[in-house]
């Protein structure tokens, strides 16, 4: 297989693995979807391997196709920043940008500021949890997150931005609800609504607890910040937020805690060998705008 008809067909596979279909694919390439099968099949049938298996529409990536798309990734992420540059030289900025964040409070303002000044560039924002957010910046599905407590990773470039007190908050009618203040050992035996595994805020607070043995009672588990707002609004339970992120409600009371320096720390990320990509490199420099506005 000739240089060119090698790169074709790693782009058509990139893509695929990507898109999740040759269909799909096609669209992003811009080609057939028989062109994009093509491709595929002579890769397989040049090299012997098996690059995805086939449930009727759906496909799924073979192990040996999870180890080549982390070759493709890095080989066309890095084609994907060149052409942003040469864009960026000549038309100021275009492009998409893909960031993953914990929540909208700390990645609004820098976004705010990033649209005012590069209105053409399409900015797709998609929220998860920490752990996950990182998973998708390390398999290139995205150009940068938004964190909690981000652990040092190689192929990751961290830049703290800020740190967030936690707070307990509950129903208005709750007895500790008239206090406005407590101390941690207040929270014995109470319940709680908490986040899913995989929350840092969670992961935080249940360590501080732990290690001051106190105990509560897990009434529910949600699966997002609004979710817990809800149910704790509607008086199952108390919650726990980073005070940055706690939405006033006239059926709520934020509750300050004094014997405790609970707190979760907010960090960008991204691909270490990307921070100077045009666009991420704006984000990250923006961000360094907003955090000294913080200070």
Same mark, same amino acid.
Do not use: W
């Given at each position: 297989?000739?240089?060119?008809? %090698?790169?074709?067909?790693?782009? @058509? &596979?990139?893509?695929?693995?990507? *898109?999740?279909?040759?269909? #799909? $694919? =096609? /669209?992003?390439?811009?080609?057939?979807?028989?062109?994009?099968?093509?491709?595929?099949?002579?890769?397989?049938?040049?090299?012997?391997?098996?690059?995805?298996?086939?449930?009727?529409?759906?496909?799924?990536?073979?192990?040996?196709?999870?180890?080549? %798309?982390?070759?493709?990734?890095? @080989? &066309?992420?890095?084609?994907?920043? *060149?052409?942003?540059?040469? #864009? $960026? =030289? /000549?038309?100021?900025?275009?492009?998409?940008?893909?960031?993953?964040?914990?929540?909208?409070?700390?990645?609004?303002?820098?976004?705010?500021?990033?649209?005012?000044?590069?209105?053409?560039?399409?900015?797709?924002?998609?929220?998860?949890?920490?752990?996950?957010?990182?998973?998708?910046?390390?398999?290139?599905?995205?150009?940068?997150?938004?964190?909690?407590?981000? $652990?040092?990773?190689?192929?990751?470039?961290?830049?703290?931005?800020?740190?967030?007190?936690?707070?307990?908050?509950?129903?208005?009618?709750?007895?500790?609800?008239?206090?406005?203040?407590?101390?941690?050992?207040?929270?014995?035996?109470?319940?709680?609504?908490?986040?899913?595994?995989?929350?840092?805020?969670?992961?935080?607070?249940?360590?501080?607890?732990?290690?001051?043995?106190?105990?509560?009672?897990?009434?529910?588990?949600?699966?997002?910040?609004?979710?817990?707002?809800?149910?704790?609004?509607?008086?199952?339970?108390?919650?726990?937020?980073?005070?940055?992120?706690?939405?006033?409600?006239?059926?709520?009371?934020?509750?300050?805690?004094?014997?405790?320096?609970?707190?979760?720390?907010?960090?960008?990320?991204?691909?270490?060998?990307?921070?100077?990509?045009?666009?991420?490199?704006?984000?990250?420099?923006?961000?360094?705008?907003?955090?000294?506005?913080?200070?």
């Amino acid at each position: 297989m000739s240089g060119l008809t %090698l790169l074709a067909a790693l782009k @058509a &596979f990139d893509a695929t693995a990507r *898109a999740g279909s040759m269909t #799909a $694919a =096609a /669209k992003l390439l811009d080609l057939q979807q028989p062109t994009i099968s093509a491709h595929i099949q002579r890769l397989e049938n040049e090299y012997g391997v098996e690059l995805f298996l086939r449930q009727g529409r759906r496909l799924e990536l073979t192990t040996f196709g999870r180890t080549l %798309l982390d070759y493709t990734r890095r @080989a &066309f992420s890095g084609e994907e920043d *060149a052409h942003a540059l040469l #864009a $960026a =030289a /000549k038309n100021r900025f275009v492009g998409r940008l893909v960031i993953h964040a914990i929540g909208p409070y700390n990645v609004v303002p820098v976004l705010k500021a990033f649209g005012s000044r590069h209105p053409q560039v399409e900015v797709s924002v998609r929220v998860g949890d920490s752990r996950s957010i990182t998973e998708k910046l390390l398999d290139y599905q995205g150009d940068v997150g938004v964190v909690l407590n981000h $652990a040092e990773h190689p192929e990751l470039h961290c830049m703290p931005y800020r740190s967030q007190r936690l707070v307990v908050f509950a129903n208005r009618e709750h007895a500790l609800a008239r206090c406005g203040e407590i101390v941690l050992k207040d929270l014995q035996s109470q319940r709680f609504v908490i986040r899913e595994e995989g929350s840092t805020t969670r992961r935080v607070y249940e360590s501080e607890l732990i290690a001051r043995n106190i105990n509560i009672q897990v009434a529910l588990e949600m699966g997002s910040r609004e979710a817990v707002r809800e149910a704790v609004a509607q008086g199952i339970g108390l919650g726990v937020v980073a005070e940055t992120a706690y939405v006033p409600d006239p059926r709520l009371v934020k509750l300050k805690i004094l014997d405790t320096a609970m707190a979760t720390h907010v960090d960008f990320i991204c691909r270490r060998e990307r921070q100077n990509a045009p666009l991420i490199a704006t984000i990250f420099d923006l961000a360094k705008e907003v955090r000294r506005g913080l200070a």
